[in-house]
């Protein structure tokens, strides 16, 4: 593990890393439909970092993650827990927006990993929320569902995680916000 950064020597790796994000041409494939590279979003010192799966159509045409409909869920959930989106982080497991939003194949997921993992070595968060299935096979690298792995913490270099639901899944699923504010809570007790 890296040791405590100071903010300056964060905003320079962060800076360093998101240019080489635009840079990136791994995976080959879904850099030719999207627009723009989405890195992240926050706090150079977030204690908590929420991790997506990819950007969608409004996420790739301003470059900010988590601003369509499944973002402004998101902005509700932070702020139910009495935070606001300035004082987390937000990143997603890929940098570019699949075509059509499709589910990032593990090929991508794995292509991309290095990215969101070097973000978060630089973060140093101390808790990092998993939205979602490809979130937790980007960061924990385990093809387990969400309600297997949601309800207790999991560990990552340092940080503890918890798993939950995407905020797009709460759209189609209204009945599994009450989990994922259960999820929330387990959380905000450690804070
Ligand atoms: N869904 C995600 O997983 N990430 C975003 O940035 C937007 C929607």
């Not at 950064?5 to 998101?18: I, K, N, P």
């Not at 439909?33 to 706090?43: E, W």
């Not at 290095?114 to 937790?136: E, R, T, Y």
């Not at 189609?172 to 387990?186: G, I, Y």
Request: hydrophobic share 40%; aromatic share 6%.
């Amino acid at each position: 593990a890296l040791p405590v950064l100071e903010e300056d020597q964060r905003q320079a790796r962060l800076q360093a890393l998101d240019a080489q994000v635009k840079q990136c041409r791994e995976c080959a494939g879904i850099v030719n439909y999207r627009q723009q590279t989405v890195f992240g979003a926050g706090q150079l010192r977030p204690t908590v970092c929420f991790m997506g799966e990819a950007p969608g159509a409004e996420e790739d045409r301003s470059g900010q993650p988590f601003i369509g409909k499944a973002g402004q869920l998101l902005t509700k959930i932070i702020q139910a827990m009495k935070l606001n989106r300035e004082e987390v982080y937000i990143l997603n497991a890929l940098k570019c927006r699949p075509p059509q939003n499709r589910t990032p194949i593990p090929e991508e997921i794995g292509f991309c990993r290095h990215f969101a993992a070097s973000q978060l070595d630089v973060l140093q968060p101390k808790f990092i929320v998993c939205l979602g299935a490809v979130a937790v096979q980007s960061l924990l690298q385990s093809k387990l569902s969400i309600g297997r792995l949601r309800g207790r913490f999991h560990q990552y270099a340092g940080a503890q995680v918890v798993v939950t639901y995407h905020p797009s899944y709460l759209l189609r699923n209204e009945s599994a916000k009450k989990l994922v504010w259960e999820d929330m809570q387990m959380l905000m007790r450690e804070l």
